[in-house]
């Protein structure tokens, strides 16, 4: 196994590139899925752990592809399997995305349950809820979602979402596309990877109204045509990168973005004193020797991501007072803390809600990475934690960080990375 030997007190500064988006390279891939003809070229694909899993699930089912320098090409025209089996899905739940897209081609699909979750809860209810409503019969059989429409094609419907969900949304998106009539998603997600998704439909023929909005209208077509696209910049990255800035109080530029996608975050970046420069591909963060305490509670675009929230918690524990952070889409996503606390950091939870008490003095030790935003606050912390922070298990951040150390030493970070053996 690998892990990240951070040396703590390097202030960062410099300029750096994000990479394309994990979360919406994930949906555009099953996407490909609806077109029975033609390759498909997708740009800005990261090289991450998550998309070669994916890549595996795509060759699983007898889809054709290559990947080189961030540039993936797919072929779906022999894809003839809908078995999505246990041994990919349970490695990564975003496999689900393949149910909307196998059961509007094919009129059937079998796909793994996921299994747990590093932290807490994260049920598919929705995805099947909406699939149902699109007129397929659904049962559990064996661990597995199986799927079956009884005509030749889904049917249009109206699909109400009781909660903001960007992967069902997503899913039924997928679907709906090549579902007979029209169909109408209520409560849609409007996450900058969902918008990226329509637009990627619309660019191969799917008719989508109300684009970025919380009600989107689908007029179903008969084929979608194999279209080139470009992927989005990854606004978690990004921000991730400007934390690091900020805890340094570095003076960092992401480059290759668009700030409009971190509104909410560049807003409490401000709050906590740091200064936010931005033009319309870049975001420059200024940072500050005085850190202000910053509440934040997280909810779906355009509020605050759940996705920076181990970071910000990382954040704060530099910060001058006592600051709350609240989950409100997960409520038991805070394995970092008790590993945040064993550098020195002290943060109390209770419920969804941390209190972090800064400022606190961190020193290095070692720390286990339990999912992929947690080791990513982990290796934040490491920046300004006095000595060596080893941070074991970066397989979790190697999941949605593309080349993090490369990138972090770029702007004056000291990380190695080593292999080592976990005892027992
Ligand atoms: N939910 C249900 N039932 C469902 C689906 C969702 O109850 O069928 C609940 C979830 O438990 C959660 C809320 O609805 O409380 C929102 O979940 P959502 O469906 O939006 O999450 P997701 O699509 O499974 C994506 C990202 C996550 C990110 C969330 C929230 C991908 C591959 N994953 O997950 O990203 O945290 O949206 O923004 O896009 C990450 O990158 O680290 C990550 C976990």
């Known amino acids: 196994m690998d892990k990240l030997v951070i040396q703590g007190g390097n202030r960062l500064n410099g300029t750096v590139k994000a990479s394309g988006s994990k979360n919406s390279a994930l949906p555009l891939m099953a996407a490909a899925l609806l077109c029975d003809t033609g390759e498909i070229t ?52 975003a496999s689900i995305y393949v ?11 079998s796909v793994s349950l996921p299994g747990g979750c590093a932290f807490g809860p994260r049920p598919i209810d929705f995805h099947l809820m909406a699939m149902e409503k699109l007129g397929a019969s659904i049962s559990i059989e064996k661990g597995f979602i199986e799927a079956k429409i009884k005509g030749s094609r889904l049917k249009g419907t109206t699909i109400d979402f009781p909660t903001t969900t960007v992967g069902a949304t997503g899913n039924t998106l997928m ?29 191969m023929g799917a008719r989508i109204d109300g684009t970025g909005t ?14 080139d696209f470009t992927n989005i910049f990854d606004r978690i990255e990004t921000a991730t990168l400007l934390t690091a800035g900020a805890i340094t109080g570095g003076s960092i530029t992401v480059s290759d973005i668009d700030p409009g996608h971190l509104a909410a975050v560049l807003e409490k970046f401000e709050e906590s004193g740091c200064s936010i420069i931005t033009d319309s591909g870049s975001i420059t963060l200024e940072g500050t020797d005085a850190i202000a305490r910053t509440d934040v509670i997280t909810n779906p675009f355009p509020l605050f991501p759940t996705d920076m929230q181990a970071q910000w918690i990382a954040l704060m524990t530099q910060a001058q007072g006592t600051s709350h952070v609240i989950d409100r889409v997960y409520h038991e996503r805070f394995n970092h803390i008790p590993e945040l606390n064993r550098l020195g950091a002290r943060i109390e939870i209770r419920n969804n809600e941390a209190t972090v008490h800064g400022p606190t003095r961190l020193t290095g030790t070692t720390v286990m990475s339990t999912d992929l935003r947690a080791s990513a606050s982990l290796v934040v912390a490491g920046l300004v934690a006095e000595g060596v922070t080893e941070v074991l298990r970066i397989y979790h951040l190697d999941r949605g960080y593309e080349q993090i150390e490369k990138k972090l030493n770029s702007l004056g970070a000291s990380i190695t990375r080593e292999s080592y053996q976990e005892f027992g």
């Open 99 to 109: 149910l909307g897209p196998l059961l509007a081609r094919f009129g059937q699909a």
């Open 175 to 203: 679907a709906a596309v090549l579902a007979e009539g029209t169909t109408l998603i209520k409560n849609a997600a409007m996450e900058p990877e969902i918008v990226t998704l329509c637009c990627f439909l619309e660019a």
């Open 42 to 93: 997708l740009e800005r694909i990261p090289d991450l752990k998550d998309i070669r899993t994916f890549r595996k699930l795509l060759d699983y089912l007898g889809v054709e592809t290559s990947y080189h320098e961030n540039t993936l090409r797919i072929s779906s025209s022999d894809l003839r399997c809908v078995k999505a089996p246990y041994e990919l899905v349970k490695q990564m739940r």
């Open 214 to 227: 919380t009600t989107l209208e689908i007029q179903g077509v008969e084929s979608l045509d194999a279209k």
